[in-house]
């Protein structure tokens, strides 16, 4: 169940980080909505090719790299802050989802882990 709740969350940040991406565009903003656009949709991507890993060691990597992403978001949703190409509210809500996820992650990857004996 929380699987397919991380998957869903990761897709609607996706689409939240592509929506991002656009406005950043307008503002002439190149550098870090590249960089965003990249590590903020790539969680989704290797949440769902977790779903289809070769055992459990390579579901486990595929979740990690998408904790990592997730981390990196972070970073780039900060640094947009504090350069004021987004405002508190907004970077609040992303930072908060992101974070969410990145709770979700954990949790997963642990069970994850305990479960290999």
């Not at 002439?28 to 949440?47: D, F, K, Y």
């Not at 981390?71 to 969410?100: F, P, R």
Request: aromatic share 6%; with cysteine; hydrophobic share 35%.
């Amino acid at each position: 169940m929380q699987e397919s709740k991380l998957r869903a969350q990761s897709l609607d940040f996706a689409v939240s980080i592509i929506n991002l991406v656009k406005d950043l565009k307008a503002k002439h903003e190149t550098i870090i909505s590249n960089q965003i656009g990249r590590s903020g949709t790539s969680i989704g991507a290797n949440i769902r090719e977790a779903q289809y890993a070769h055992g459990k060691p390579d579901f486990i990597a595929k979740m990690q790299i998408a904790l990592k992403e997730a981390n990196e978001t972070g970073y780039w949703l900060e640094l947009l802050y504090k350069t004021d190409y987004i405002d508190e509210q907004t970077y609040k809500s992303l930072d908060s989802a992101c974070a969410s996820i990145r709770i979700m992650l954990i949790s997963s990857v642990n069970t994850s882990k305990q479960s290999n004996g």
